[in-house]
């Protein structure tokens, strides 16, 4: 017999899933907030409609498959429709990160080399910024506000009404780009991801399972992760897929905003970074009657590591903290941490332990961790190594071939930079990555374990720990926090606070206090600013 099946070669396209919301999911909403606060609110059907206008008017203006659609939004209908609009007609749709610096926007807008940009009407201020800096064939403004649309923009709406909703899709292979995403330039220049159509596909399907994220048409999904940040971790695309509700923040990010939000709607999945949840904790602690959430809601953590003291305080408030760790360059969703069946019998404290984890690798990822030379390092939970990852929606060279020699192994893994431990079971604790790491008197001390732990003290907000040079040690960890209610906070009781929990010659020799722990453009701790700040720090 011939090794060939009998089965269709069918390609995994996005056209697919905006069909679908045709035929299966038009009534399911699609909630979202609006610059003055009010909720705006639409259905599938009209996305879909919206979706298929855009994509041809975008063709009969001429942008050709494999041109760059560049969005400057924030997570709403308009963002959606582009999401699905662009890469059904061919285009590449290229988000771009409104949290960055104008001259890096338009560093990246001119390395994508996009073509149009859409833009909200309530971002144009950056966009004056960067403008004479970068070149767009039309600049497309969505009015959020209601208010009219310059003359020299094109206003969405006028070019929706362009398009034709009976657009025939053009001919799409699954390995045609679809979308593209500049890594955040927390660790260097950004450099550029490439998703494809069946990579974008992929990561839906497996986000969806039950045994990763288990998103089904009976979810109400927010994603507080920006949708250009990692395209929203796949949450869209992946809501799209099963029709699952969306309930979408637009600007208004707060925690505040955010409860209302989940209230009305009664949000069954969110999904942001650390520093969300810790706001949203400390609002919902300050007044504990104010908000009824959903039952059992899960909220994906992720873009850092989360702190236990964060999983036990949302356990109180029935909203699940689910772990999940990934890149821009991922996907992004490479692992997720569950418990796992044969762990079901462990009691409360070591499911915690467990949940603090990583987590589990997605079916077809493959991890390994390695050391300096490159060979493979045991899963005994207890060696750490440089993890590496490879898979479908893994990234394997960089737009432009750019940081490829130090990016990617001979054998085609990416080295990811970031340090892990993996158990027997299978669980990927990340250690840090490899920048953070404080290296002393020989030993590696994971920033990250401390942190964490420091963020269980009751009087903490907010802790980094980062390393500084030392004439002894080489490096020695320093603890940055900030603290409740102007409370004072000495190195000796955060000293005292972790002994226990680890060896002596890792706790912080010095702990400052600030007022704000510095943030990177999606969120997370921006620890190169702290090590500029402490670099000609004296110890005592
Ligand atoms: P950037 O590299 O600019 O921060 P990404 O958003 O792609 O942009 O960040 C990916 C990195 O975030 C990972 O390499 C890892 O260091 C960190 N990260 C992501 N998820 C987690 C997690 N659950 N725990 C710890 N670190 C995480």
Redesign the pocket.
């Known amino acids: 017999m011939s090794t060939k099946s009998t089965m269709m070669d069918y390609p995994l396209t996005l056209t697919n899933l905006v069909e679908r919301l045709k035929t299966y999911y038009p009534g399911v909403e699609v909630v979202s907030r609006m610059p003055d606060k009010a909720l705006h609110r639409t259905n599938y059907l009209d996305i879909h409609t919206r979706a298929k206008r855009l994509a041809s008017a975008l063709t009969k203006k001429g942008v050709k498959k494999g041109d760059c659609v560049a969005t400057l939004m924030w997570n709403h209908y308009a963002h959606l429709e582009a999401y699905l609009g662009v890469p059904i007609m061919g285009g590449v749709l290229h988000t771009l990160n409104l949290r960055l610096s104008p001259e890096d926007i338009a560093y990246i807008a001119n390395h994508a080399n996009d073509k149009v940009l859409i833009i909200d009407d309530i971002l144009l201020p950056l966009y004056e910024q960067f403008k004479n800096d970068v070149h767009f064939d039309e600049v497309i403004v969505v009015p959020l506000t209601g208010e009219a649309v310059s003359a020299e923009f094109t206003n969405y709406e006028d070019y929706l009404a362009l398009g034709d909703e009976d657009f025939n899709y053009p001919a799409i292979d699954e390995n045609d780009a679809a979308g593209m995403c500049y ?5 260097g220049k950004p450099k550029g991801v490439v998703y494809s159509h069946r990579s974008t596909v992929l990561h839906s399907m497996t986000e969806a399972m039950v045994d990763t994220l288990g998103i089904s048409q009976f979810d109400v999904v927010t994603p507080v992760v920006p949708m250009f ?2 395209n929203a971790w796949g949450l869209a695309y992946t809501s799209v897929l099963v029709g699952a509700k969306q309930a979408l923040p637009g600007p208004h990010l707060d925690a505040e905003s955010l409860m209302d939000l989940y209230q009305s709607e009664q949000v069954t999945l969110s999904a942001g970074v650390p520093t969300i949840w810790m706001a949203i904790k400390q609002a919902r602690e300050a007044e504990p009657n104010r908000w009824n959430t959903a039952p059992n809601m899960r909220m994906v ?6 702190p236990e003291s964060l999983f036990r305080a949302f356990d109180a408030f029935d909203m699940k903290i689910i ?7 991922t996907g ?1 969703l490479a ?1 997720v ?1 569950l418990v796992k069946k044969s762990l079901s019998g462990i009691d409360k404290e070591a499911k915690y332990a467990c949940r603090v984890k ?1 987590g589990l690798a997605l079916p077809f990822v493959d991890i390994r961790i390695v050391d300096e030379q490159g060979d493979a390092l045991p899963w005994d939970g207890k060696t750490s190594g440089n993890a590496e990852l490879r898979g479908p929606w893994i990234t394997s060279s960089y737009h432009k071939n750019e940081g490829a020699s130090d990016s990617f192994t001979e054998d085609g893994w990416l080295k ?3 340090v892990c431990q993996i158990d027997q079971e299978g669980y990927v604790k ?1 250690t840090d ?1 490899t920048k953070d790491l404080v290296k002393s008197g020989g030993e590696w001390i994971s920033s ?1 374990d401390l942190e964490n732990a420091i963020m269980g003290h009751p009087d903490v907000l907010e802790a980094a720990v980062i390393a500084v040079a030392h004439p002894k040690w080489d490096e020695r960890p320093l603890a940055v926090i900030v603290v409740k209610d102007s409370k004072v906070i000495t190195t000796n009781d955060i000293r005292q606070f972790l002994e226990g929990q680890f060896a002596k010659i890792w706790l912080p020799d010095a702990v400052e206090t600030i007022d704000e722990i510095p943030k ?1 453009s ?1 969120g ?1 701790f921006m620890k190169i600013t702290l090590r500029e700040q402490y670099k000609n720090w004296v110890w005592e």
């Open positions: 890594t955040s330039g927390t660790t940040h990692a953590v992720g873009g850092a590591a989360v772990q999940a760790w990934g890149m821009t360059e992004p692992t941490g990583q990811t930079g970031d990340l990555r990250v990177t999606t997370k």
